[in-house]
């Protein structure tokens, strides 16, 4: 009889552990169903973002152009702005042509406007200037072309409206891809064309999402926590 009276309390002792650790799993569940919520709402933001991006320099793409006119520069899905090389250098210069001018001006004008509001501003990390090259001549002769492009770029920006730069200048930078990301690997001057170009990335923050992660971990039993 002692024995099987003790053999009921350990049940019972087990029971109460199980149902103490059902407990603490189902916490962790409900956090666990919060933080996706709150990445979701990220997720939502950083498009968000990316598009609002995307519409003001389309809007001021189109109040520039003439109806019908193709736009002389591709925005991309991932909101990237793609300029050809040949709106804006000659073949192998880094001097910005005048008639490349007004479409500088313009994206001046848009990326202003898109930083002015605060809620953009607080999800943008760094908007990257990058000067893109074709495979032919050197790694380091391109990379240095892809460079001074890259720069006069982001500098006429800057002189086109200083308002940018003043206000809005910690937020960009550039950078010098040479000829290793290619749009196009064939081996044709239609290819070749393509991929000498100025690229501009709005690269959005991550810190949000890690402050989320980090919060939820720090919320959980110890004894989880340390499974993870």
């Known amino acids: 009889m002692a024995e099987i009276e003790a053999g009921k309390l350990q049940l019972k002792v087990s029971e109460e552990k199980v149902a103490q650790q059902q407990e603490v799993i189902g916490e962790s569940n409900r956090r666990l169903d919060e933080v996706r919520s709150r990445l979701q709402g ?46 804006v250098f000659e073949f192998d210069s880094f001097a910005i042509k005048k008639e ?78 040479s000829e290793f990301r290619p749009l196009n690997p064939a081996k044709t001057e239609a290819a070749f064309q393509q991929n000498r170009r100025i690229e501009i990335s709005v690269v959005l923050k991550d810190a949000n999402v890690r402050r989320v992660i980090d919060e939820y971990m720090l919320g959980l039993d110890p004894t989880l926590r340390r499974t993870l």
Do not use: C, M, W
């Open 100 to 177: 490349g001018k007004p479409l500088l001006d313009t994206l001046s004008r848009a990326f202003a406007g898109v930083l002015s509001d605060a809620s953009v501003r607080e999800n943008i990390d760094v908007i990257v200037v990058q000067g893109h090259t074709d495979e032919r001549g050197t790694a380091s002769y391109n990379r240095d072309l892809s460079a001074r492009r890259a720069n006069a770029v982001l500098n006429y920006l800057f002189e086109a409206n200083p308002i940018l730069e003043n206000s809005y200048g910690s937020y960009f930078a550039s950078s010098a891809y």
């Open 42 to 87: 990220i997720a939502v933001l950083r498009v968000d973002v990316l598009n609002k991006v995307k519409r003001a320099i389309e809007t001021e793409l189109a109040a520039r152009n003439d109806a019908g006119t193709p736009p002389p520069v591709l925005i991309a899905e991932n909101g990237n702005i793609v300029i050809n090389e040949n709106l």
